[in-house]
């Protein structure tokens, strides 16, 4: 999440093992890496252990805020991390879109200088019911998704690279042999068409979804044009 967004690259991802100060606030987060690191994995192993999905949200959303373990986008963590029992229970995701700036900013503070939650809570529970209604919006749009895609995922992700890194055209005798060894003879049928259908709609803009790279597919771009032979 910060990536291109350090000054300095090499701290991207990885605990922060200097200071920092949080612009708007005399509060100052530890500064001792060994710190960092053991309260970090304290936090962990309490969300781990906390059964409710709704209560291990919100505690990562205070806690690692709090304890600033990375040098930038801990807010951003945090609401990633909030997710990530959300999703494991087959719940609505949460989201801050309808939240102003300047309210999660003063909620925060109030956690930051205060050490209190209840303003952020009263955020959290408000957010969520706005994220269930607009999810539910949302996904009353939306087709289901292909089973059979979502099942090969991997396999077609591979049969789309090995067709445009071997230089090939795509066709359904090549598409074909290349699925063979990836998935079941009854899925062969299916997932040739839907690769045939990847490899026709491939372009700039989505090549690193099938982990290739830009020089890759502009290499291949005259036989995705010459088409099926």
Known sequence: ????????????????QRIVDVSGTVFHP??????IDAYFRMILDKAAAIEDPFEQAFFIMIHVPYLQPLVDVNKRVSRL???I???KRNLCPLSFIDVSDQAYVEVTLGVYELQQVDLLRDVFVWAYERSCQR??????????????????REALINVVAEIVRGQQRPGEMS??????????????????????????NLHEGNVSRYRLRLSEYRAWQP???AGTP
């Open 30 to 35: 530890l500064g001792i890496p060994q710190q």
């Open 85 to 87: 029992s959300l999703i």
């Open 175 to 200: 598409v074909r042999a290349a699925a063979a060894n990836l998935v079941p003879r009854e899925n062969l049928e299916k997932i040739t068409e839907l690769a045939l259908a990847d490899l026709r």
């Open 1 to 16: 999440m910060s990536e291109n967004l350090l000054a300095d690259p090499s701290e991207s991802g990885r605990l922060r």
């Open 223 to 225: 036989m995705q044009q």
């Open 135 to 152: 999810y539910m919006a949302i996904r009353g749009t939306v087709v289901e998704p292909d089973p059979v895609r979502l099942r090969y």
């Open 81 to 83: 991390g909030a997710n």
